[in-house]
């Protein structure tokens, strides 16, 4: 299987999700953007009774003068002020691609902490996701961006800021993901506005090819052999025989039986992606804890399915029956599926339009080497922005996102400039690579941990934190609190002169 | 004589200069935009021969992806490799309002120093103006701003030094006004690009209400009031005997015969823009040397109008006489003029376009205090936007540069952000109050003459240059040779590490 079937059968799948007049291929990988576990859709977000839901009306366009510019769409934010000291600081996640309670309630760490700061807690919700869409979408897609979305966060903050009387709060921004990629960004960008930034697995480095096109898949696959090296051969070699139903007669109604769809698969690709969603998406949230941000999953779910995979009898069953059964685990954890509809996956957060900002800025180059336990494909640039053209009518701008936000010789670009940022990646992500992985400065600071996944500090604490994990959360917020310390020391001396 | 007269006059002069699809008031004062002298025009800039001149092919929209954000158009650019070295620095300046060769022609300190940093020397057009124009300008005008302009710097740099192989070369950007801020913000938005900026009577605190709405003619008319006391009220009168002329009969006639115009005057208006324009323009090129820029000039050309004033036999001559007498050195220094074109002025740099920045981002407001020589008017910020609204359909956004570049508390924030940014001010510009006039930082410096003018230093160095002017130059030389040295050594322990 290479890139080229991977996205036509994206294509396929996201079809049945979307407008006509959107045809949205995705064209990068993207943790947040790619698969959608139907269970998740049934469990609705719960988000603590003190959040009110606001609209703030914003331009369409912040960076032209076009009649067009000046439409209007309305803007959703989340915003408790339960926690807040009038003229305390301001947390403000910056919403990523999808809706935003279901940031909000996968983003605990910055209730955790409202209390000690007693802090004003923002969501934005990003243009065009969610209720944030403005009108005539298909006429006004080409708005949707992360420099846009950044100016949206910026007028929204001052006037926030305004409307509280409160412009002197020191603002300090979280994000997790592309979300993350937003908060660094907009600390770089818009220091005027925000003191510092949290950029929780934020991959801004994935662009361009400064981190290898293979480091996705590679640490997906790290992930699996460092819990059992059978794990990872089974996995391996179940994609050959997934492929060998295509050459036997009824080859789809088989395979079908064998992986219980609902209906007949239409394609062999569909139960591939399937197949790989299930262990790429478990290598990103291989949590220390249960939790359910893109499914529900027992605490470290990537040594759940190789026990599974491992716990298999010698011999009696095939790899690709036990790849399956592993599968299983993130689709169907609480074991009430009675089939699984793997053409046509939901969209219950409402991720579908990710696949434009992949078209367009969000260009990751991504490729499977043979050291993964995915089967090899190339990067192939030029079929995916062939794939844009053909879906969206759009050109891909590969290398706008390191012209606009930089990331080549990024140490010895911020060490002599900017401050306050923690870039946090944990290693089991397979977004880790793309990130900030070293201090740049004594403000510019990466905080690693070995056995965290994707934006795992940003999680609500529960009882049962590994020691690591409060660790890194105690650093984070000492970070934070010398930061706002700093900022409040500097407006009592500027208030004196 | 209040802002609606000046801005209906600026609207009337402009419009023999622009296409009828273009209305083009004036929204606030430039030292650039407001006022050309004829003479000027006759004067064509003269550049080295070794300079080439480039088009490098530039979308419209950076910030979008819609059908027309791909349009072309070919930015102009000058350039010199007779000093480089190859991997040596870039020194680029951040074109402005202007026809590019004008800034070149005007902006010699940049080739003065080029050969002892053997350095490539690029003087890059702002969109809209010169040759750099897209086609169909009124239905494109709204790509005209400044955030598209700093993008097009960046792609256009990244551009030429990878066609160049010198990816590794240190760019320097310098700039003088309005020239300057796109130099001094591309610096804080594109530090991977710019390793530091000069900022020349860049007055990035014009907006917003930061410097007081009255310094700019505070400080014009304070220029005068330190030459001659008597200057300064003789030009503080001469409004009055100007206005005068509006109740006697035939008193257009009368005036214009008395001010030598070609064709008779249509409005009194006319005359006064243009006594208040030699005043405001001779002060911002109060350079201490003979030069060319806005018009052709002695050293210390407010001292040779107050020398004008001063010298008319008293009690012999009415105020407006011995105004008129003042304004005619910045009209016709040669004294080759016959008549005075009043009410035709031309626009040979083409300034035209900035009456629609001045509409749309660059909205600095204005007012005239009873300090002033010039006759007292308060901001109108509802009257200007009215104004714009009438001549170019377009609402303006004027707390949009304050968001998208900051500037409130700029010493707050950028002493714990940013480095390598000289900002240089000669205290006798108009300009200077809305510039940065003290250190923000270690690397975050400003340089203030009291005897500069508007970017005075940017000029070729002269024999006649005094030692004040020799001295700040001496320094920024050597804060551009630190930022260098720092570049090279950060280069040279990343290739080790």
């Known amino acids: 299987m290479e890139i080229m079937s991977i996205l036509l059968c994206l294509m396929f799948l996201f079809f049945t999700v979307v407008t006509d007049a959107m045809h949205l291929p995705q064209g990068s990988y993207h943790p947040l953007s790619l698969r959608q576990n139907k269970r998740a859709s049934k469990t609705k977000p719960e988000l603590p009774f003190h959040f009110r839901t606001r609209y703030f009306p914003q331009n369409l366009d912040h960076f032209s003068f076009q009649p067009e510019s000046y439409r209007i769409f309305h803007q959703k934010y989340l915003i408790s002020s339960h926690f807040w000291r009038k003229g305390g600081p301001i947390f403000v996640y910056t919403g990523n691609e999808a809706d935003i309670e279901w940031f909000a309630s996968n983003t605990g760490f910055m209730l955790d902490i409202a209390p000690k700061f007693q802090a004003l807690v923002v969501f934005i919700e990003h243009r065009f996701y969610g209720e944030s869409k403005p009108q005539m979408l298909a006429k006004t897609m080409g708005y949707l961006n992360s420099q846009q979305a950044l100016a949206d966060y910026a007028i929204l903050i001052r006037s926030l800021k305004q409307n509280l009387s409160s412009e002197a709060s020191p603002v300090v921004v979280f994000g997790g993901s592309y979300g993350g990629m937003l908060a660094a960004w907009f600390r770089l960008k818009y220091p005027h506005i925000a003191i510092g930034a949290l950029a929780s697995s934020a991959p801004i480095l994935?662009?361009?090819?400064?981190?290898?096109?293979?480091?996705?898949?590679?640490?997906?696959?790290?992930?699996?052999?460092?819990?059992?090296?059978?794990?990872?051969?089974?996995?391996?070699?179940?994609w050959g025989e997934l492929e060998a139903f295509l050459t036997i007669k009824d080859g789809k109604q088989k395979l079908s039986k064998k992986f219980r769809t609902c209906k007949d698969l239409q394609s062999l690709a569909s139960a591939s992606l399937w197949l790989e969603s299930a262990f790429v998406d478990t290598a990103m949230v291989n949590y220390p804890t249960a939790a359910n941000f893109m499914a529900p999953l027992p605490?470290?779910?990537?040594?759940?399915?190789?026990?599974?995979?491992?716990?298999?009898?010698?011999?009696?069953?095939?790899?690709?029956?036990?790849?399956?059964?592993?599968?299983?685990?993130?689709?169907?954890?609480?074991?009430?599926?009675?089939?699984?509809?793997?053409?046509?996956?939901?969209?219950?957060?409402?991720?579908?339009?990710?696949?434009?900002?992949?078209?367009?800025?969000?260009?990751?180059?991504?490729?499977?080497?043979?050291?993964?336990?995915?089967?090899?494909?190339?990067?192939?640039?030029?079929?995916?922005?062939?794939?844009?053209?053909?879906?969206?009518?759009?050109?891909?701008?590969?290398?706008?996102?390191?012209?606009?936000?930089?990331?080549?010789?990024?140490?010895?670009?911020?060490?002599?400039?900017?401050?306050?940022?923690?870039?946090?990646?944990?290693?089991?992500?397979?977004?880790?690579?793309?990130?900030?992985?070293?201090?740049?400065?004594?403000?510019?600071?990466?905080?690693?941990?070995?056995?965290?996944?994707?934006?795992?500090?940003?999680?609500?604490?529960?009882?049962?934190?590994?020691?690591?994990?409060?660790?890194?959360?105690?650093?984070?917020?000492?970070?934070?609190?010398?930061?706002?310390?700093?900022?409040?020391?500097?407006?009592?001396?500027?208030?004196?002169?």
Chains 1, 2 share one sequence.
């Open 206 to 238: 994935q662009f361009d090819k400064m981190a290898p096109s293979s480091s996705f898949y590679d640490t997906v696959s790290q992930d699996f052999k460092d819990v059992s090296v059978n794990c990872f051969e089974v996995i391996k070699r179940s």
């Open 299 to 497: 605490a470290y779910p990537v040594e759940q399915m190789c026990k599974i995979i491992d716990g298999f009898p010698l011999g009696a069953s095939s790899n690709l029956e036990r790849a399956f059964a592993a599968a299983s685990l993130y689709y169907n954890y609480s074991g009430s599926e009675i089939c699984f509809d793997m053409e046509n996956q939901t969209d219950p957060h409402g991720l579908a339009f990710w696949g434009w900002q992949a078209c367009t800025e969000m260009v990751m180059p991504m490729s499977s080497s043979n050291q993964s336990m995915f089967p090899p494909f190339e990067n192939d640039d030029e079929g995916e922005q062939e794939l844009c053209m053909l879906a969206y009518g759009v050109k891909s701008r590969p290398h706008w996102i390191t012209t606009e936000f930089g990331g080549q010789r990024i140490e010895m670009v911020l060490k002599r400039f900017g401050s306050n940022i923690i870039f946090s990646n944990g290693m089991q992500d397979p977004w880790s690579r793309g990130g900030v992985l070293k201090n740049i400065s004594n403000s510019i600071i990466a905080l690693v941990t070995k056995k965290g996944a994707h934006h795992t500090d940003l999680r609500a604490a529960t009882k049962y934190d590994p020691e690591w994990l409060k660790e890194q959360r105690r650093q984070e917020v000492a970070i934070i609190e010398k930061w706002i310390n700093e900022y409040y020391s500097d407006l009592r001396q500027e208030e004196q002169d």
